[in-house]
């Protein structure tokens, strides 16, 4: 970011009291577009887990190049699916009440398409379906971390016990085998290389590691996810085959296998893609906390300030103060609860009551810590857009 971007930010935001959160939609779009053509001509479904703002979802979807909704939650597909007709849980559930809802209601049912992994998921969902009386549409979750040494070691997030092309092909049998369930869609989602930046600051060691276990990590999920789908095939025709993440784009869009991508974190352009080489997003995200103790003439204390992101706990979770220029968190206290000391050569400038700008390690986390975006073009702003916070939805 430039200091007349801030400069307008300010202008727009002057009479807001913080703690705030601010939308750059000049951003924003920027880095849709940006993501629409890495995509390279692939359907993009809008993860809305990194949105978590019903606005900015309509928004992007009427863009070209965005197709369908990847929830998190299926109480939020169903609140969701009041308006959006293509919704697929990314996360399998284990909630029988929302199930039965889902099976009870045939528009709801042909809009939303569960994630299942296990026959215990499957076991629920067609008890559901049974119930309720209408069919479910079901996606498999293939696991697309890499496992070398014949999986003794394990290089990705831990989701889905499916990672073979046969196991994928089971469980694909197995949902045949259910009344009420109809296989749709295989999903993967490879986080070792959507979500771990190749150029991250520090050892080069072991910036040279993570480019190593990327490639290694691409060559053998191609292959994989191919024979994977060839064998789901074998069972049931499918309507999709979701992959990928904001930092894959490129590379999962050039898999044959692969019909249409997932990412939204990119849009916001959380600090976790700072650490990028083939691409470079424009900061969208924002959040504003206040001045109010000067401890000793180099330091400044904002009120507020601990909006951690999730993950295992580090340095690297935690928010980044970054107008004005030349402040830092201190390694004792870091973003605190109620308070958050700042240094640096800029922290000297401070008066009670000045603002500090931060952006946020991830990207739809923010939006549970307030209930409105303020949407900023230039430097006036032109919505105040809720987020599901604001609409009552805490959904996870």
């Known amino acids: 970011m430039y200091a007349a971007d801030f400069t307008a930010l300010e202008r727009a935001t002057r009479h807001l009291r913080p703690p705030f959160a601010v939308l750059d939609l ?18 993009i479904r809008l993860a ?19 197709q369908g909704i990847l929830a998190f939650t299926l109480p939020e597909a169903l609140w969701l699916a009041e308006e959006f007709d293509d919704i697929l849980v990314g996360y399998p559930t284990a909630d029988d009440d929302a199930l039965r809802r889902l099976a009870a209601h045939r528009q709801l049912a042909d809009r939303i398409t569960l994630m299942a992994d296990c026959p ?41 016990p499916l990672h073979s092309p046969d196991q994928v092909r089971d469980l694909a049998r197995a949902v045949a085998g259910r009344p009420g369930l109809r296989l749709v869609g295989v999903m993967s989602y490879e986080a070792q290389i959507a979500g771990v930046g190749d150029n991250a600051p520090g050892s080069p060691l072991r910036r040279a590691a993570v480019r190593a276990l990327q490639s290694a990590s691409r060559t053998e999920l191609r292959r994989r996810r191919a024979a994977a789908i060839r064998a789901v095939r074998e069972v049931a025709p499918l309507e999709f085959v979701n992959g990928g993440g904001t930092g894959s784009l490129e590379t999962t869009a050039s898999e044959s296998a692969v019909s249409e991508l997932g990412a939204g974190s990119g849009l916001f352009a959380p600090t976790l893609f700072d650490t990028y080489r083939t691409f470079r997003p424009r900061p969208a995200a924002f959040f504003v906390q206040s001045v109010v103790r000067r401890p000793a003439p180099e330091r400044a204390t904002v009120l507020g300030g601990g909006w951690t992101a999730s ?21 004792l ?18 008066a009670i009551g000045d603002r500090v700008w931060f ?27 809720p987020t599901y916070r604001g609409e009552g939805q805490a959904l996870l």
């Open 359 to 385: 952006r946020h390690t991830k990207a739809g986390e923010l939006c549970e810590r307030v209930n409105e975006l303020h949407l900023v073009d230039g430097d006036r702003i032109t919505a105040a857009l």
């Open 120 to 160: 215990a998921h499957l076991d629920r969902t067609a008890a559901a379906a049974a119930a309720g009386g209408h069919p479910l549409r079901i996606c498999l979750d293939l696991d697309a971390s890499l496992k070398p040494l014949r999986g003794r070691l394990h290089f990705g997030t831990h989701r889905s």
């Open 333 to 350: 206290e870091g973003a605190g609860e109620v308070q958050t000391p700042l240094t640096g050569p800029g922290a000297a400038h401070l």
């Open 311 to 331: 993950g295992a706990a580090g340095p690297d979770r935690l928010p980044t103060p970054v107008w004005p220029a030349g402040l830092r968190l201190t390694r």
């Open 48 to 66: 809305s887990k990194s949105v978590r703002c019903r606005e900015i979802i309509r928004h992007v979807l009427a863009m070209p190049g965005y």
């Open 26 to 43: 000049q951003a924003l779009q920027h880095n849709a577009e940006s993501m629409r053509r890495r995509a390279g001509g692939k359907p």
